[in-house]
């Protein structure tokens, strides 16, 4: 009988500690982080030759940010200078950038490639914001941003 009664605190340790353990197992990422490669294609979609757009120019921003649950960073930004519409490429000579972001965690992070566009015709000036997401499981992104 004493046998049996000494087994009633090795069994409760091993279901405390089993119970213990299920939470900081589940947190630990047992997955290697990615790098997630992602490309944009900046261009013009009209040929803006018309006299009405001599003076109108666009300014673009780009960011990529990585979002993992409320908290966001940018691991990638650039800023195109303003010039005139009609001096933008056209798709088939597009201003391209290929950017690799490392160490993301698939199982918890997602990227964001968001971008400002920013118009100016002779003082009158409008912002487009735009952008898409690099979902979790995806490797790469494509984003075409026309002018």
Not at 62 to 91: C, F, H, M, Q
Not at 93 to 115: C, F, G
């Amino acid at each position: 009988m004493k046998k049996h009664i000494l087994w009633i605190p090795v069994v409760a340790a091993v279901v405390l500690l089993a119970a213990w353990a299920k939470p900081m197992i589940e947190n630990i990422n047992f997955e290697k982080p990615v790098s997630k490669n992602i490309s944009f294609a900046v261009y013009k979609a009209n040929n803006y030759t018309s006299s009405v757009y001599d003076d109108a120019s666009a300014k673009l921003q780009v960011a990529i940010v990585k979002v993992r649950g409320n908290k966001r960073s940018i691991v990638w930004e650039r800023s195109y200078d303003a010039r005139l519409l009609r001096d933008y490429p056209t798709l088939a000579t597009a201003l391209s950038q290929n950017v690799v972001v490392h160490n993301v965690d698939d199982r918890k992070d997602h990227l964001e490639v968001l971008y400002t566009l920013t118009y100016n015709s002779k003082g009158s000036v409008m912002q487009l914001q735009d952008g898409t997401v690099i979902s979790r499981g995806t490797k790469e992104g494509k984003l075409f941003i026309n002018i």
